[in-house]
C-alpha cells in the first residue's frame, strides 16, 4: 500500500525556519518525481516545489523562489522541504504527494503536516 | 498567475447528475490537454479523480467523467451520491512549471 506520511509542521514566529519530512512506503520511492502542495486554511490548493526522480530538476512557486528548499534522499524513501524566512502567508496545510500519469498529476498524497506562521 | 475560475458551489439531488466547470483562458485551459479534477472531503488529503481532461484512474468510479469545450473544462457526476459530497479542484498545467488551479467548488448532495 503506497503511503505518504509528512511531518515537521509546527507554530514558529515569522522569520523563522521550519524543516518537512515526507516518508514514503509501499512503492519505489526513486522511480517518481515528488511533490509539496499546501493549502491555506479554507483556502484553495496550491502548488509549491518539484524534484524528479534524481532531483535532477527542481522547481519552485515564485511566492517560495528563494526562500524554500526542496530535496530527497532516494535510500532512505524521503522528501524534505526546508523553509527559511517564513511569513504569515505561508501558513499552511503541507501535502506531499506522488506524481504520476504525467506532469503534475499527482495520484498519491499524505495526511498533510499544519505550519503556523504566526507570533 | 489568475486561477481558473470555478463555481463556489453547486448542489444535486441523489441519482441526478451534476457538472462543475473551470473555466480559463486559451492560455491554459484552452490550450492544454493537462486538465485536472480532485476530491477533497473535509480534513482529508486531496484525491485525484481526472487526468488529461477525460482520463479516469484505476480505482475512480465511472460515474466521474471529465470533458473540455474551448476555454472550459467539466467535471460530470452522475448517479450522485452522498459520499460525492466534497470541494472538487480543477488544475491546468500549461508546461514550463506554469500550473494554475481553481479556487474549488463545494458540492452538496441535498
Known amino acids: 500500500e503506497v503511503q505518504l506520511v509528512e511531518s515537521g509542521g509546527g507554530l514558529v514566529k515569522p522569520g523563522g525556519s521550519l524543516r518537512l519530512s515526507c516518508a514514503a512506503s509501499?512503492?519505489?520511492?526513486?522511480?517518481?518525481?515528488m511533490h509539496w502542495v499546501r493549502q491555506a486554511p479554507g483556502k484553495g490548493l496550491e502548488w509549491v516545489s518539484s524534484?524528479?526522480?534524481?532531483?535532477?530538476?527542481?522547481y519552485y512557486a515564485d511566492s517560495v523562489k528563494g526562500r524554500f528548499t526542496i530535496s530527497r534522499d532516494n535510500a532512505e524513501n524521503s522528501l524534505f522541504l526546508e523553509m527559511n524566512t517564513l511569513r504569515a502567508e505561508d501558513t499552511a496545510v503541507y501535502y506531499c504527494?506522488?506524481?504520476?500519469?504525467?506532469?503534475?498529476?499527482?495520484?498519491?498524497w499524505g495526511q498533510g503536516t499544519l505550519v503556523t506562521v504566526s507570533s | 498567475q489568475s486561477a481558473l475560475t470555478q463555481p463556489a458551489s453547486v448542489s444535486g439531488s441523489p441519482g441526478q447528475s451534476i457538472t462543475i466547470s473551470c473555466t480559463g483562458t486559451?492560455?491554459?485551459?484552452?490550450?492544454?490537454?493537462?486538465v485536472s479534477w480532485y476530491q477533497q472531503h473535509p480534513g482529508k488529503a486531496p484525491k485525484l479523480m481526472i487526468y488529461?481532461?477525460?482520463n479516469r484512474p484505476s480505482g475512480v468510479s465511472n460515474r466521474f467523467s471529465g470533458s473540455k469545450s474551448g476555454n472550459t473544462a467539466s467535471l460530470t457526476i452522475s448517479g450522485l451520491q452522498a459520499e460525492d459530497e466534497a470541494d472538487y479542484y480543477c488544475?491546468?498545467?500549461?508546461?514550463?512549471?506554469?500550473?494554475?488551479f481553481g479556487g474549488g467548488t463545494k458540492l452538496t448532495v441535498l
Open positions: 504527494a506522488r506524481e504520476n500519469y504525467g506532469d503534475y498529476v499527482w495520484d498519491y
Open positions: 509501499g512503492f519505489t520511492f526513486s522511480n517518481y518525481g
Open positions: 524534484i524528479t526522480r534524481s532531483s535532477t530538476y527542481i
Open positions: 486559451s492560455n491554459d485551459v484552452g490550450g492544454s490537454n493537462y
Open positions: 488529461d481532461v477525460t
Open positions: 488544475s491546468s498545467y500549461t508546461g514550463r512549471t506554469t500550473l494554475k
